[in-house]
């Protein structure tokens, strides 16, 4: 089956502490994205990536840093500096960027600070 | 930028009743309208789209027609179930844009 992946379920942060979100898709989707969401509220792109080894920032990108080495992987590491980390973190793939496709989501980490 | 503006919810509902989600948008460009769904506790899925004027996606009995003139496109379904309570994201994407979210509509429908 295609589809994205997201691991864990739920991440347990300790203060100080760096925490890194998976994600992993098949599809063979050149675009990925990383979302944040907050309760009852929408979500808040983080980062996002056209290709591998490229990567651009988000409406909220600071606190937070990626990597692209690889087309299926786009981890996604909530650092320190980021004051207020807890939320559900949401992993998006779509074919590109730049065209009017949709994008398809993973089932989401959710990040609990300790 | 593009933005979103959905009715607030939570929109609460009896079973078999109507719903109607209304969106209304501005994006540059030409977009691509979608609507998605949200159940408890997961990711985003998605619920229909639209890729030109007067165009109607419909999924699962759920329908929303691409207004062009209104900038609109308005989510309903004629009869609800228990199963459709979630919260619903209206979202355009232009062509070397991003995709927007609004801010989302919770309905809640009781038995």
């Known amino acids: 089956d295609g589809g994205i992946t997201q691991s864990p379920k739920y991440l347990f942060r300790k203060e100080g502490q760096n925490v890194t979100l998976s994600c992993e898709q098949n599809?063979?989707?050149?675009?990925m994205y990383w979302y944040r969401q907050d309760p009852g509220q929408g979500l808040r792109l983080i980062y996002y990536s056209q290709i591998v080894n490229d990567f651009q920032k988000g409406d909220i990108a600071e606190g937070y840093s990626v990597s692209r080495e690889k087309k299926e992987s786009f981890p996604l590491t909530v650092t320190s500096a980021q004051k207020n980390p807890t939320a559900f973190y949401l992993c998006?793939?779509?074919?590109?960027?730049?065209?009017?496709?949709?994008?398809?989501f993973g089932p989401g980490t959710r990040l609990l600070v300790l | 930028g593009d933005s979103v503006t959905q009715m607030e919810g939570p929109v609460t509902l009896s079973e078999e009743a109507f719903l109607t989600i209304n969106c209304t948008y501005t994006?540059?460009?030409?977009?691509?309208l979608f609507w998605y769904v949200q159940y408890p506790g997961e990711g985003l899925q998605l619920l229909l789209k639209?890729?030109?004027?007067?165009d109607k996606g419909s999924n699962k009995g759920f329908e929303a027609t691409y207004r062009k003139e209104t900038t609109s496109f308005h989510l309903e379904k004629g009869s609800v179930q228990v199963s459709d309570s979630a919260v619903y994201f209206c979202?355009?994407?232009?062509?070397?844009?991003?995709?927007?979210f609004g801010g989302g509509t919770r309905v809640l429908v009781k038995p």
């Open positions: 998006a793939s779509s074919p590109r960027k730049g065209g009017r496709e949709t994008q398809y």
């Open positions: 639209a890729t030109k004027a007067d």
């Open positions: 994006a540059t460009g030409y977009p691509s």
């Open positions: 599809l063979n989707h050149d675009a």
């Open positions: 979202a355009p994407k232009a062509a070397g844009n991003k995709l927007t």
